[in-house]
Every structure is written in structure tokens, then in C-alpha cells.
């Protein structure tokens, strides 16, 4: 049992911003939407302001001392007392998080906490009364998103956590402001929107505000400042959108798995080391989408999982092709006749190699052997490639095509295991069965037909932030 | 089978005592507090006379045929009563009272009465029935000679269906352990408008009130700092045979904020001007003392906040068409008070009705009305103003804002004015039909602000302290 030693607040709601604007120049704009963020942030330093502790019965208000409904919390209560309160319905979570709490993985827990606003109990009295303003001008008006993240140790008293918590609101609105006055067209305004990364560490788990509705291609001079403020790579793409950290609280919607070998007990071969595919793809297989391509369709479906990934790292818009769309790009390449859409002919690691290059601009190298057992010697080549481009693997050779996430080599002895995902299988999205019936597992070299020659597909990582 | 009614005996007291002269018609309302499995009615009031007679007020003319009852005037004034009725009590249906002959007709005039009553007062109202509200209305015949009862049902939501009975039963004091549940909610509603005519403002407003009654409607409340589910009870623990209540129930109302859809960039409006909707509206319920659910207290105090701020602004903006249309121009300053509610407890009863007073009326005025449409005699000294501020106060209490208890953080408590709202004494001026002396001075004070005697003592000048600008930052 991992004692969690860390918890982390995140705070959601989202706040009313009007302003009136009759002019457009710049500074008139900046100083009118400057008073209006700074009434913004009054409100949310207002003791009308109240902390609704998701899954409990617990409500409090910071800026009124710590008020609580529940007897017994104050703002002495720590972390971990307060978790006490904190109720979460069996029924929300699937199989996939129960099996979660047992492994190693020591997720930091998450307490999420909606905003809202106390109408009653007013600080002053006064008559309620009508006001008007005559004058022709524009009504602006916007709910900002707020969403701030303040992580804390278990021991310490909600009475600081709450503090930090509207001072990271506060700071969130200057940055919405700073946002919103770049990126301003007139008096369109666009709405800040906030995304959180995962980094590694030192920098941990940071905040960073965009403009909604401008792609990520244009906010590319944003990013650059960013990298270069927190000492990122300048080759790797770590904050665009779609890098935004997936809280383990917040379930995928779409229906697929995101990268069930996290889910697995690596077997410890000594004197070997790890090079595992670095991010998250999805786990794509025979059946799924209503498309019944079983006996056909496993290179195809390889393919998906390989697009995946560059999309949910952020390095192309483009959803995962369906088997039709990749029978297209092929035709339009010249690969393959008019009549090759809507059969259900195989495809190779070429096949493969071209749809990437057509579809989403990927380059990707091919590595042949000639016999299945020589890929036990290709233990250099894929450290390599798992170190540096970090992609998954399309393998086809035989009859059979599969994904390889990762390897266990030793440099030495030339130990060698495959992280293999199989995209054979028909069932559902059940991690428990995927992961113990070996569908994502570890195989020995002898899993490759030993007689049978193979090419490999090895996607490159476009260097770009 | 049927509904039950457990009428309060004062009712029936009420329903004898009014004498019909022989071959003659009487109208009237019945007001209670409705329950999934029963109502109880613990007000009657007869529809007032139309037309006061120069000579003898109390003289009514008599009301032959049932043809005569005039619907209109019927479910006007069930408008108005439903003006005066807090939250929790409500028009439940109408009584007839007609000589022997007239017994079946008068069951088709309760029907249409009944349905008018409940579409009048309906129309206009920033929530609707929901499922778990109950939707039978109550049509009471009496037969003048016989004193006989019948008692039916009508379902408001279907015009089809057919009238059902209904058990009528009398009980003393019905109401005399209600609990009430009560609060102060501060306003604070901000919409753009149009143009400056009256309709485009009344319309604008009353959309912009429709989203910030959505907002209640769907808020969360807390009764005694615990949150209202749905099958909570109001008291918790409550023994059988004890009759101590919890005298204070404290009731929160928190606002949701949420982003509902998604945008990618702020909404802009031209518009002519800007209508802001600010100050504090007191607001209360009263609920049964028989194991009271939580949840219907919670609805019918939102409900209730939201009726105050629909019903004022309607009354508001009525009156100001009644004087455009009496040849004043309909001046609709920078800033207006809207009526100020007062609260009186009707005699013998466990709940207080409430009145809406303009900013130039008095205790005398709201006694006035209530006897007209509610036909109750409240004593003068009984009408309660302390409940809200009146306009011509002090609004901030200067010691409470810079002071402690957090900052001075809401522009209208920042500025550089302060809002004192005298006005120009002395002459007297024509509001709406009646004809007003010089504002009184307003009498209590709300328990939260210290007062200043010094600055009550002045007279009156208008003053205009603050600059266009800083009414900008209050709006």
C-alpha cells in the first residue's frame, strides 16, 4: 500500500468578465480591460466566495477566515482530515482505476473543488435599486475558465491551501489578462483558455494560458518563450494542447485505452534496460468502430495506433485515419489501384511508411531482417530508436502484423524482450483481460516466426516544438 | 379518494361570516401550502368590489346570475394577492358561494375561474411547475342557504380532465407551528439594453432576470450550513413528541459558477445603454412543521427570490408606463429604488404576508392595501420595515466598509461617492394615482448597520456627488 504523501487541489468555474467598450485604441482598450480583470480578481478575493469540496458535504470560504459548514473543519484541518470527507462514488470509476490503486504507479490523489458564489448573507444593506447608463457602445462579455492547480503535502492545514488557491486564481487572471490583450482583434476579445503539463522534473506540474480558437501552429513564438523559460528541449513538443496533462480523474471519451502497458509489471531480466515508447497513443484493435476487419485489417489497425500517438502528442490536428481513409491515401499516392478503397486487402510496413508520410507528413525509416531471428540482434537499432524518437513500431512480416512499445536489452549479453501490442484482438475495452491474456505483454524473441523475413516501420519525431 | 384539505378554522369563521344578500353571488380566493398528499389552506379572501361606490364603500352590488362574475377582475386580483403571498403560500384555488338554484352552473364558473386564476399567475413567473409540484387546484362550492360544501379538484395542466373530490376538513391552528426559513440576498444583475423606450427595457430586463432566475433555480442551499438533498428532512433528528423547534433556521444560497458552452471568444453587444439590477432583497418561506422535506423548504424560498425581483421590476415598470400614460413623461433616472417589501403577520396565524412599498409611501398606504386585497385588518404598528433598507438611507455604513471583516472590494463599496439619496423636499408630486407628501423618513433600521443619527437628522437637497465616470464603476 503506497502512502500518498502529496494531494493535489484543483480548482474549476468559471467567471464572469463584462466590460464596456466605446473606443478601440490601445490604450484606452488596455486600461478599460484592466479594471475589468481587476474587478474580476476583487471577486474572487471576495468573502462571498466559497470552495465546494467535490464529493463531500464540505463548503468553505477563504477569505472569510475559513468559515466551514462541517463541524470540525477549520482551517488548522489538514489534508489528510479532510480527505476523510470526501466521499467518491464506486459506481464512477471502472474496472481500470480499482486496478490502478494496487500498482506501483503512487498517483497523487485529487481533490477537486468547484466555485461558486454566496448570494446571501451580504456583507452591507442597501436598497435594491435600478441603475441605468445611457450611451452607445459595446457590451463585452465573457465567462472565464478558470482552472488552477495547487499541489499540497498531506500534513498541511487547508487554512493555506485555500490561501494559495486565490492567489494562484489571481495570478491565473493576470496571465488571462496579459492573453487576452495580445491576442485582442478590435473588440473581439478571444477567451483565455488555461492547459496544464505534466513536465519532468524540477518544473512539475505547470499552468499555461492560451488563446482559445488560435491554433497551435501560430502560438509556436508562446512556446518558444516557454521552452526557453523552463529550460525545455527545443526538439520536442511538450505544450501544445493536446500535451495537456489528463488528469487521472478524468476519463478518455472517446471509449479507447490510452496506453495499457503502463498497466503492466515489467519483468526484471537482469542486466537489461528499458526503452519504452515515450507518451500516450491508444490501443487500437480488430472490431472496433464497428468495422469488422478481423483477418485482415491488423497492419491497418497498427497504423492507427502509431497516428495516435502523433496526435496526442500534439505534432499533427489530424484525427486517426479509418480503414477506408487509409486505402484512400494510398490510391491518391499512386500506391495502389482505385479499386484497392473498400477492399480488404493487407497492407505492409511500405503501405505504412507511405500513409504517414502522405497523411500526416511523417517520415519514418525501414529496417528489414531477413529471417524472424534476427530481430533478437536488432536489440541496438531499437534501444536507439525508443530512446531518441520514442515511437511506436509497426512490424509486419509472415502473415501478421503487431506494434512494438519497447524493448528490454542488455548491451552485454544481448538479452533481448519485445513490448508487443497485439492488434489481433476482438474483445472489448477491458484492461484487466488485455493486460493478463498477454494482448499488451512481454514476448521473448521466439515470438517472431523465426523462418519468416520482417520489415519494420520506425516513425520519426518531427523536431519542433 | 382525492385530495385532502385541512383548512384552518379560521377560514371557515371567515367563509360564514360573509352574508350574502338572498339570490346573490360571492367569489373568493383560497391561499395555503400544497404537499404531495395534501394542501393546507389557511387563508381566505373574497374578490374585492370593482367599482367603490361615492356613498357607502362596504355597499356591494349584487351578483345575480353567475354570467355577472367577471373572470378578469377575478384573476386580477388573484395577481395582486399572489403579490403579497411569501414563499410557500400560494392561491390554491377559488370559492363560490351562490344561493341553491345556482349549484350546477356554479361547478363550470369554479372551473373557468380556477383556470384563469393559475394562468394569470403563471405568466410572468421566472420558474414553472416541475414535476414534483402538485398541479390541482381547488374549486369550493357553498350553497348560501345551506352552508353545504362541496369540494373539487381541477388539474391546471390538463384542460381536459375532469373535476375530482376532494376531502374538506377544518383544524385549529393549522398554521401555528410553521417554521419559516429566511435570508438576504444581494443582487447583482447587469445587462445591456437596446435602446432607451420603455418596452425595450421592461423587455430586456425581463430576459436577463429569466438568466438569473435559471441561476437561483439551479443553486445550491444550505439549510444550518447543510446541503439540501433530496430526501433530507428539514430538521434532522426530529423526536415525536417534541414541539422545540429550532427557532433559527439559516438558509445559504450559493451560485454555481460554470462555464456552460463553449466559446472561443467573448460575446459583444452594441447597445444604447446599460440596466444594472443591485441591492439587497429580503426573502423568506414558510413550510409545515409536519416533517418538513428539505427540499421543498429550499424550492420555495428560491422560488420566492425569484418572485420579489420579478414582481418589483413589474411593478416598477408598470407604474412608470401608468405615468407615461397619465401624461408625465415616464422618467426613468439614473438611479431608481425599486419597492421597498415589508412584512405584517396576520392576526391569529403563523405566517406574515408581505407588501411592496414605494419610496413615498407609508405604513398607512400598505395598511390600506392589504385590507383591499387581502381583506385583512393589520394594525398600522404591526407592519414590519425593517426587514430591507429604504432608498434614502445611508447605503454604506462607512466604519463596516474600510474597516475590518475583509476588503472593500466591491467597486460599489470603493468608489470615490458615496451614494446618499436625498431629494428635493417639499413638493409634492403625482406618483402613479396617488398624490404623495413630502418622502417620510424612514423608520427601523436593518440590525446589520450601525447608524449615524447625524446624517438622518438632514433635510433634503439632491446631491450628485459622483462623477458620470464613477457611476460607470457601480454599473
Known amino acids: 500500500m503506497v502512502v500518498e504523501k502529496h494531494v493535489m487541489f484543483r480548482v474549476r468555474g468559471g467567471l464572469d468578465f463584462t466590460c464596456q467598450l466605446d473606443r478601440t485604441d490601445e490604450s484606452y482598450v488596455k486600461q478599460t480591460l484592466g479594471k475589468a480583470f481587476e474587478s474580476v480578481r476583487s471577486a474572487v478575493r471576495s468573502p462571498s466566495l466559497v470552495f465546494g469540496v467535490q464529493n463531500s458535504p464540505v463548503f468553505l470560504w477563504p477569505n472569510r477566515s475559513l468559515q466551514a459548514t462541517r463541524q470540525g473543519v477549520t482551517e488548522n484541518t489538514t489534508c489528510r482530515e479532510l480527505q476523510q470527507h470526501i466521499q467518491i462514488n464506486e459506481g464512477d470509476s471502472g474496472k481500470r ?53 495547487v499541489s499540497a503535502h498531506m500534513d498541511e492545514t487547508i487554512g493555506d491551501v485555500c490561501t494559495h488557491l486565490v492567489e494562484a486564481l489571481c495570478t491565473q487572471l493576470t496571465n488571462m489578462e496579459e492573453v487576452v490583450l495580445r491576442h485582442r482583434s478590435g473588440t473581439s476579445l478571444p477567451i483565455p483558455e488555461p492547459f496544464h503539463f505534466l513536465l519532468p522534473e524540477p518544473v512539475g506540474l505547470i499552468t499555461a494560458v492560451y488563446p482559445a480558437g488560435v491554433p497551435d501552429t501560430q502560438l509556436e513564438p508562446v512556446r518558444k518563450e516557454l521552452h526557453r523559460r523552463l529550460e525545455l528541449p527545443d526538439d520536442r513538443s511538450c505544450m501544445r494542447r493536446a500535451n495537456a496533462y489528463h488528469f487521472p480523474d478524468e476519463p478518455y471519451r472517446d471509449g479507447y485505452l490510452r496506453s495499457p502497458h503502463l498497466a503492466l509489471n515489467h519483468p526484471s531480466l537482469e542486466g537489461t534496460k528499458l526503452y519504452l515508447v515515450q507518451g500516450i497513443y491508444s490501443y487500437h484493435h480488430y472490431m472496433q468502430d464497428r ?82 531471428s534476427d530481430l533478437a ?17 509497426m512490424i509486419g512480416g509472415g502473415v501478421l502484423a503487431h506494434t512494438i512499445l519497447g524493448v528490454m536489452w542488455s548491451e552485454t549479453s544481448g538479452e533481448i524482450k519485445f513490448l508487443v501490442l497485439d492488434p489481433h484482438y476482438t474483445g472489448g475495452e477491458d484492461l484487466q483481460v488485455i493486460t493478463d491474456k498477454g494482448w499488451c505483454g512481454w514476448k521473448g524473441p521466439d515470438f517472431w516466426d523465426q523462418r519468416a523475413y520482417y520489415n519494420l516501420c520506425l516513425p520519426q519525431r518531427p523536431r519542433a516544438i | 379518494m382525492g385530495r385532502g384539505y385541512i383548512v384552518d378554522d379560521s ?101 373557468r375561474l380556477v383556470f384563469s386564476v393559475e394562468k394569470l399567475i403563471s405568466k410572468g413567473r421566472l420558474w414553472s411547475l416541475n414535476e414534483d409540484d402538485v398541479s390541482e387546484r381547488v374549486g369550493l362550492h357553498i350553497c348560501s342557504k345551506t352552508r353545504r360544501a362541496v369540494c373539487r379538484t381541477f388539474d391546471v395542466q390538463d384542460a381536459k380532465s375532469s373535476a375530482k373530490p376532494a376531502d374538506w376538513k377544518y383544524q385549529h391552528g393549522v398554521s401555528d407551528s410553521w417554521l419559516v426559513l429566511k435570508c438576504s440576498v444581494e443582487l447583482h444583475v447587469r445587462f445591456p439594453t437596446p435602446d432607451i423606450t420603455l418596452e425595450n427595457l421592461e423587455k430586456s430586463t425581463k430576459v436577463s432576470l429569466q438568466k438569473w432566475g435559471n441561476q437561483i433555480e439551479s443553486s445550491i442551499c444550505l439549510v444550518n450550513g447543510v446541503r439540501v438533498s433530496s430526501d433530507s428532512e428539514l430538521i434532522s433528528g426530529q423526536k415525536k413528541n417534541t414541539k422545540a423547534f429550532p427557532s433559527n433556521l439559516r ?45 421543498q423548504a429550499a424550492e420555495a424560498l428560491k422560488r420566492d427570490i425569484m418572485n420579489t425581483v420579478s414582481y418589483r421590476t413589474e411593478m416598477f415598470f408598470e407604474d412608470l408606463l401608468m405615468s407615461e400614460a ?49 381583506d385583512c385588518d393589520i394594525p398600522e404598528e404591526e407592519v414590519d420595515l425593517t426587514q430591507e433598507v429604504i ?65 438622518h437628522t438632514v433635510l433634503q437637497c439632491h446631491l450628485h456627488l459622483c462623477s458620470f465616470y464613477s457611476l460607470c464603476q457601480i454599473i
Open chain 2, 11 to 111: 377560514v371557515e369563521k371567515y367563509l360564514v361570516s360573509l352574508q350574502t344578500a338572498s339570490l346573490s353571488s360571492l367569489t373568493g380566493l383560497l391561499i395555503g401550502q400544497s404537499l404531495p398528499q395534501r394542501d393546507f389552506v389557511v387563508l381566505a379572501v373574497q374578490t374585492p368590489q370593482k367599482a367603490k361606490s361615492e356613498s357607502d364603500p362596504s355597499e356591494r352590488k349584487p351578483v345575480h346570475s353567475l354570467c355577472d362574475i367577471d373572470t378578469e377582475w377575478v384573476t386580477q386580483h388573484a395577481k395582486q394577492v399572489s403579490w403579497t403571498l411569501p414563499g410557500g403560500l400560494s392561491v390554491l384555488g377559488v370559492f363560490l358561494i351562490t344561493p341553491p338554484d345556482l349549484e350546477k352552473e356554479a361547478q363550470n364558473t369554479l372551473r
Open chain 1, 377 to 393: 540482434t536488432k536489440g541496438r537499432e531499437l534501444a536507439n530508436h525508443f530512446s531518441t524518437e520514442g515511437t511506436p513500431i
Open chain 1, 291 to 372: 468495422m469488422d476487419d478481423n483477418g485482415w485489417g491488423c497492419a491497418y489497425r497498427s497504423l492507427q495506433t502509431i497516428c495516435s500517438w502523433f496526435q496526442q502528442q500534439g505534432y499533427v490536428e489530424r484525427v486517426v485515419p479509418s480503414h477506408k481513409e487509409i486505402q484512400q491515401a494510398l490510391v491518391d499516392v499512386g500506391d495502389k489501384p482505385a479499386s484497392f478503397v473498400g477492399s480488404r486487402q493487407w497492407i505492409g510496413s511500405i503501405e505504412v511508411q507511405a500513409v504517414l508520410s502522405h497523411l500526416l507528413g511523417i517520415t519514418s525509416k525501414i529496417l528489414f531482417v531477413s529471417q524472424g
Open chain 2, 326 to 374: 397619465d401624461g408625465e413623461r415616464g422618467i426613468l433616472g439614473q438611479k431608481q429604488p425599486l419597492p421597498q417589501r415589508v412584512f405584517a403577520s396576520v392576526p391569529g396565524a403563523g405566517f406574515c404576508v408581505c407588501d411592496y412599498m414605494f419610496p413615498d409611501e407609508g405604513t398607512a398606504e400598505v395598511k390600506e392595501r392589504l385590507k383591499e386585497t387581502l
Open chain 1, 97 to 149: 482505476s480499482s486496478k490502478k490503486k494496487d500498482k506501483k504507479d503512487g498517483t497523487t490523489s485529487i481533490i477537486n473543488v468547484d466555485l461558486l458564489t454566496e448570494v446571501t448573507e451580504p456583507v452591507l444593506c442597501s436598497a435594491p435599486m435600478l441603475f441605468r447608463q445611457e450611451g452607445k457602445h459595446h457590451f463585452v462579455k465573457m465567462k472565464l475558465p478558470a482552472d488552477c492547480v
Open chain 2, 251 to 295: 438558509a445559504q444560497i450559493l451560485i454555481h459558477n460554470v462555464r456552460k458552452e463553449v466559446r472561443t471568444c467573448a460575446s459583444v453587444q452594441v447597445c444604447g445603454g446599460v440596466l444594472a439590477l443591485r441591492g439587497v432583497v429580503h426573502c423568506r418561506a414558510y413550510i409545515h412543521s409536519n416533517k418538513p422535506k428539505a427540499k
Open chain 2, 391 to 455: 432608498a434614502g438611507e445611508l447605503l454604506l455604513d462607512l466604519t463596516d466598509s474600510l474597516g475590518g471583516g475583509g476588503n472593500p472590494i466591491d467597486p460599489l463599496f470603493n468608489l470615490k461617492y458615496i451614494c446618499l439619496c436625498w431629494t428635493v423636499g417639499g413638493n409634492p408630486h403625482k406618483h402613479g394615482n396617488h398624490t404623495h407628501t413630502p418622502h417620510k423618513l424612514s423608520r427601523g433600521c436593518t440590525s446589520t448597520t450601525s447608524r449615524n443619527p447625524a446624517i
